[in-house]
Nanobody
Framework: QSQLVESGGGLVQPGGSLRLSCAIS????????IIWFRQAPGKEREEVSC????????LYADSVKDRFTISRDNVKKMVYLQLNNLKPEDTGIYYC?????????????????WGQGTQVTVSS
């Protein structure tokens, strides 16, 4: 059974929005930091955003700042990534990952557990 399950991907036109969800398994604690990565075809994996275990701190890649918003609901054991004003270069597989720590530093912590990913395609 997957410990992290992403959903919410799809095909959207440029300028559109999507909300990605990451469901955290009941089998693992929900208070660790969560990091979203993405990988576009032929490109290296890119760190997109992360949120602390408490949900009170977050970081964004410059490429998505002011367009994406990360949030979490620890009661529901869910983490969300709201994608607004999408661009073709946002296309890729988006992965939810979990760190072994709750806090963020000046950068996102190293991911320890990976979900299977959800495809986001931005195209007209």
């Amino acid at each position: 059974q997957s410990q992290l399950v992403e959903s919410g991907g799809g095909l959207v036109q440029p300028g559109g929005s999507l909300r990605l969800s990451c469901a955290i398994s009941e089998a693992i604690p929900s208070h660790h930091a969560i990091i979203w990565f993405r990988q576009a075809p032929g490109k290296e994996r890119e760190e997109v955003s992360c949120v602390s275990g408490s949900g009170t701190m977050w970081l964004y890649a410059d490429s998505v700042k002011d367009r994406f918003t990360i949030s979490r609901d620890n009661v529901k054991k869910m983490v969300y990534l709201q994608l607004n004003n999408l661009k073709p270069e946002d296309t890729g597989i988006y992965y939810c990952t979990r760190a072994s720590q709750a806090r963020l530093g000046s950068t996102c912590p190293r991911p320890m557990i990976w979900g299977q990913g959800t495809q986001v395609t931005v195209s007209s």
